[in-house]
């Protein structure tokens, strides 16, 4: 019997500590991996290299052993993925995944979704996996989507930013000169119709037009911070830390205001932070503990109140009908019947593997909800 050895030339290809390798079913792939980003593969027999198309540092390999599918974890949140053949599944995406606080879900008629995260990553979410739409230096807070699926906005720390939802280009841009009061920094955003609106730090909003996010108008509410904001009528409600909501046309005549959100009764000394707003036809959910209020009067008139703790960093979810409301809250993900206020489900943080605190949901069906984490990862909560 005759044995053969090739030589492969690794030193040449890879600069940097290797991290990992793998030989094929057959062995006659030899496939390596390294730190500055190279991933190779050799046939055995005749020791021909092949360049493989990842980025940035690359960690850990495992393979399929049923199908020869080839996984390579990368930079954080990244994996690229290869058939048998050594393509690209995927074209040039690859796999993601957010290593930050999930801040928003933007879902769209097709079963897509947009997320965006403190990690500065935009995600366009399929059936076949993530990819990465855009990367910032900073954090992502919000994001929205326009009425007719065309353009979707995210703020982050410097900024708005739109998206054509179906090239991913950047079709708009907002930057407000910082200052070190910080009064301009961006807090919140709604959609309504063409226009954009953005809260900001020290009271202000202003809005723009969607996809060039030219400026159209501003208007001061006070001094105190823009914490939440949602489109309502035509126009906007915005929610503030001292615990006013103010309606807004679209042109920002302001249409009426509720003062003094939470001080219900003698012993609430304070008004609450108006951390969060949702409105399903004429019902508003308001609050870091929420609210139900009737929008259909001169004035919101309260439905009722809900015996749970929100968290500073969630939100609310009415479901498609508007029969139920989602409380993500820091420990649990909690569903309310909107007619009766009675709990229909609740799930303690421990349910959900891997999860350090809940951030933020959002509706795919009735029964089908998604909910982000403090580190990133994405659930998806079926109610039976």
């Known amino acids: 019997m005759r044995s053969r050895r090739t030589r492969l030339s690794f030193a040449r290809k890879h600069r940097r500590p290797r991290t ?9 792939t030899l496939v390596a991996i390294s730190q500055n980003g190279v991933a190779n593969a050799w046939d055995v027999p005749s020791g021909k290299p092949k360049k493989l198309a990842t980025e940035g540092p690359l960690w850990a390999l495992a393979q399929n052993p049923k199908n020869g599918t080839l996984a390579m974890a990368g930079t954080p949140g990244i994996v690229h993925r290869f058939d048998a053949k050594l ?3 995927g074209g ?8 930050g606080q999930v801040r928003g879900f933007a879902v769209m008629k097709d079963g897509r979704y947009f997320t965006c995260g403190w990690d500065g990553r935009l995600l366009l979410w399929s059936p076949s996996g993530a990819r990465v739409v855009h990367k910032l230096a900073e954090r992502m807070t919000e994001i929205a989507l326009t009425d007719d699926e065309r353009h979707v906005l995210v703020l982050c720390s410097s900024g708005l930013l739109c998206f054509d939802t179906q090239t991913l280009a950047i079709t708009g841009r907002y930057a407000p000169k910082q200052k070190n009061d910080s009064i301009l920094s961006p807090e919140s955003l709604a959609v309504a119709g063409d226009l954009a609106a953005v809260g900001h730090w020290g009271g202000s909003v ?38 006013r909501i103010v309606s807004l046309s679209s042109s920002l005549e302001v249409r009426w205001t509720m003062p003094g959100f939470g001080r219900e009764a003698e012993e609430d000394d304070r008004p609450q932070s108006v951390t969060a707003l949702a409105v399903h036809d004429k019902i508003l959910a308001a609050g870091q503990w929420p609210r139900l209020y009737d929008l259909s009067g001169a004035s919101p008139a309260m439905k009722k109140r809900f015996v749970t703790d929100g968290g500073l960093f969630n939100n609310l979810v009415f479901s498609p009908s508007g029969a139920r409301l989602v409380v993500p809250t820091s420990y ?12 229909l489900a609740k ?3 421990e349910e959900f593997p891997g999860c350090d605190e809940l951030t933020r949901a959002a509706a795919l069906s009735e029964d089908e909800y998604l909910v982000g984490a403090e580190n990133g990862t994405l659930f998806q909560v079926t109610l039976q």
């Open 347 to 349: 799930l303690d943080r």
């Open 87 to 89: 393509t690209k599944i």
């Open 206 to 243: 202003r809005t723009f037009t969607i996809p060039a996010l030219e400026p159209q108008g501003v208007v001061q509410l006070g001094k105190s911070e823009i914490e939440a904001m949602t489109s309502y009528d035509g126009g906007f409600l915005c929610g503030t830390d001292d615990g």
């Open 332 to 343: 649990s993900f909690e569903v309310y019947d909107t007619h009766m206020g009675t709990l």
């Open 92 to 99: 040039d995406a690859a796999l993601a995944m957010h290593t």
């Open 20 to 28: 990992a390798s793998t030989i094929t079913p057959g062995e006659r």
